[in-house]
């Protein structure tokens, strides 16, 4: 093996100070040095942190590296001991490699596309307009977690999983408890398996009574009806909890980057741009994980099988080598190819309809709310631990000058 000097000794817990964009600092040295560090896991388990995108993508779309649940037995910050790690339940096809992965990701492909997509644009500007609405209604100020970046993701994936619209608290609830990074352990465990139920419960409710929605429609297939729950649950929670948090995040971003947000407001056509930059700049999906299946050479060093690799998606999209001046929000940038949606076989399913929902969203915001700015100071903003699967902000107190929202409106 190739010299390496380079150690990551733990994985950071915190951001720096008045940085709450930026991945944590740790991570940004670690990426400085090398794109690749030795990192010693809290059961002694001797794997590595990948920091660079060239790195990362490649082993992203490397069938070598395996996304399998029951070989992830090791915890970046948490030593589980000797336990057990079982396979990922029936349909839940991140946490599977091929054949099994396809078999649940295909019936969904035709369900997502870009043209499909595209068509729900009316929708979704339906159900911002009746959430800004709502705020107007209330303010001139909110919590724009409560009040906007969560409801409206909500909202959709319901209608599309054809989840009753008065069930959408529930799946709020108990998808922040799995994602958020705060609750115990048998908090995450109860919540998890409350939604389990849930699902099985609607899943059997469509078989007696299938409606228009994309579960419904997958009940001709040979999918059993814990696949379609395992599959629902995978589409619910990431097409609920990421966006939601991209909405949230990316508004705080651009009040604190007011030449980017005046850019935006001046030039509409900037919006799919601007979208694509606040993906990289925030990665609110900050890591993955994979287990190499045989020995791999990469960067000059052999990853052996069996050895658990830390991807950091976040640092990966402030890698120098790739996105020049990567650290600042720059909503012009033309430098495409982030992996905020990750890459290879595994990504991101709903990644256009996540697209959709942003481009629509953040231009009404600012264009009903033109005087829209934090209520607190930036520092006092409620930040979601590190330890969350998701990035965020766990509220977002905002205020406006009610005289300034456009008359009609």
């Known amino acids: 093996m190739a010299d390496f000097p380079h150690t990551l000794a733990a994985m950071p817990t915190t951001r720096r100070p008045g940085c709450p964009f930026d991945p944590p600092e740790e991570l940004i040295e670690a990426r400085a040095r090398s794109p690749i560090s030795r990192f010693p896991f809290p059961d002694g388990h001797q794997g590595w942190l990948v920091t660079g995108y060239d790195l990362t993508r490649a082993i992203l779309a490397d069938p070598r590296f395996s996304s399998r649940r029951e070989l992830m037995k090791h915890h970046p910050t948490i030593d ?212 190499a299946l045989e020995d791999v050479e990469l960067a000059g060093q052999t990853i052996e099988a069996g050895t658990m690799v830390i991807l950091s998606l976040n640092t990966a999209n402030r890698d120098p080598e790739r996105f020049p001046d990567p650290h600042a929000l720059d909503l012009r940038r033309r430098d495409g190819g982030h992996l905020a949606f990750s890459h290879g076989v595994h990504q991101c399913l709903g990644q256009q309809l996540a697209r959709v929902e942003m481009r629509v969203a953040f231009p009404a915001l600012f264009d009903r709310f033109p005087t829209l700015r934090l209520a607190v100071p930036a520092e006092e903003v409620p930040l979601r631990p590190e330890a969350a699967d998701i990035y965020g902000v766990k509220s977002l107190p905002v205020t406006w000058d009610a005289a300034t929202v456009p008359p009609g409106v």
């Not at 929708?123 to 009746?130: D, F, K, S």
């Not at 906007?148 to 529930?170: H, M, N, Q, S, T």
């Not at 998890?192 to 929605?213: G, H, S």
């Not at 589409?235 to 995040?249: C, I």
Request: glycine share 4%.
């Open 80 to 291: 589980f001991g000797d336990i057990e790690v079982p396979p990922a339940p029936p349909g839940e096809f991140l946490l599977m490699d091929e054949p099994q992965h396809s078999r649940y990701r295909k019936p969904l492909v035709g369900k997502f596309t870009v043209r499909r997509m595209r068509l729900l644009t009316e929708r979704v500007e339906q159900i911002t307009a009746e959430h800004l609405d709502a705020m107007e209604q209330a303010g001139p100020a909110a919590d724009l977690v409560t009040a906007f970046a969560k409801p409206i993701p909500a909202v959709v994936i319901c209608e599309l999983l054809g989840v009753p619209y008065e069930d959408r608290a529930f799946f709020q609830e108990n998808v922040d408890k799995f994602l958020g990074g705060e609750a115990s352990d048998e908090e995450v465990m109860a919540a998890y398996l409350a939604t389990q139920r849930y699902l099985a419960e609607l899943v059997a409710a469509k078989r007696a009574n299938p409606t228009d929605d994309v579960l419904s429609d997958l009940l001709d297939s040979d999918l059993t009806d814990e696949e379609l729950q395992g599959m629902a649950l995978i589409l619910l929670s990431a097409g609920f909890d990421t966006t939601a948090n991209m909405l949230a995040l990316g508004t705080f971003a651009l009040l604190q980057n007011p030449d980017q947000l005046a850019a935006l407001r001046d030039d509409p056509a900037l919006t799919d741009q601007a979208v694509e930059e606040l993906l990289r700049y925030l990665s609110v999906a900050k890591q993955f994980f994979r287990v």
